[in-house]
């Protein structure tokens, strides 16, 4: 048993008062942390939590426990950035895989500082809309859009990044401005590949609905250009369309309807041999991104 990760995962469950939420915050499974609170429970011969189907809440030596492992932690978390001073400066080659529209966008300009930063850190981008195979491709971390990770990777939620339906004033003009998902059917749909069903929060239901249009692409970058040249409506990450709807050379459609967005995840194979300048790179990128500060146009 990991101790230190088993105690981190019961003080984030306690704080949080769910399983699920801890998992999401820690970048695990709903399983692992619950094994990891078990694995704690066991050593320490303790109940430390009620759990019912629809709370969770500390013993009374839960309660007790729970500022003990907080210290520990904390001690835990003090040690490493003692280390982390006698080894401050960073080398190696990382390799990372990301889409495509996000490794010219979003990724690009965190990537260009932290390189700034750490100039014997050699950063080998690869991007792709296809998911990268981490063992075969000796990728060190890779960023996906998805809504759940993959229960045998470790992972963790850098980033909630909402999607927009937006169109440019001229085909708008020219077709009609949309009021309801259903709608969607008389406009011609910019649609990433095999992406043919838009989903959207109507009366507090999911609302599944089939668009169709002239093009299709695998690059959400080609579908903005398409969208900006008046080609018709598209679904497009937040963080891309932006800088557009701001400057209105887009203008959002349906904006009383809410579309199911996606976070965007690090992804990788263990954090036991996780080399210095990986934990860094995605340290980096998660306290930049959470500040917002290289985000035009997000909606948080």
Not at 91 to 102: E, K, Q
């Amino acid at each position: 048993m990991d101790k230190i990760e088993a105690i981190r995962s019961f003080v984030e469950v306690a704080k949080t008062g769910s399983f699920t939420t801890a998992a999401d915050n820690l970048g695990y499974s709903r399983i692992k942390v619950s094994r990891h609170v078990s694995e704690v429970e066991d050593w320490l011969k303790l109940r430390l939590l009620h759990r019912t189907t629809r709370r969770v809440s500390l013993t009374q030596p839960g309660a007790e426990a729970l500022p003990l492992c907080e210290q520990i932690l904390n001690a835990t978390a003090a040690l490493e950035s003692q280390a982390q001073v006698l080894h401050t400066e960073l080398v190696g080659n990382i390799r990372v895989a990301a889409p495509i529209g996000l490794g010219q966008n979003l990724l690009f300009d965190v990537i260009k500082t932290f390189a700034h930063l750490h100039p014997k850190v050699r950063i080998q981008l690869l991007l792709s809309d296809r998911i990268a195979q981490l063992v075969d491709e000796r990728v060190d971390v890779a960023l996906r859009y998805i809504h759940q990770p993959d229960e045998n990777l470790i992972a963790r939620r850098l980033l909630q990044v909402d999607s927009v339906v937006c169109a440019s004033p001229e085909y708008l003009a020219r077709s009609g401005m949309p009021t309801h998902p259903s709608e969607l059917k008389d406009h011609n749909c910019l649609t990433h590949l095999d992406a043919r069903i838009w989903s959207f929060v109507v009366d507090g239901n999911i609302q599944e609905i089939s668009v169709a249009g002239n093009l299709d692409a695998n690059d959400a970058n080609v579908l903005l250009k398409a969208a900006l040249e008046g080609m018709g409506v598209a679904l497009l990450p937040l963080d891309i369309a932006g800088p557009h709807l701001k400057q209105r050379k887009l203008v959002q459609v349906l904006s009383q309807y809410s579309t199911m967005g996606a976070a965007i995840w690090a992804v990788y194979l263990s954090r036991s041999y996780q080399q210095p300048a990986v934990r860094a790179l995605i340290d980096y990128i998660a306290e930049r991104w959470q500040e917002g500060a290289s985000i035009p146009g997000l909606l948080r």
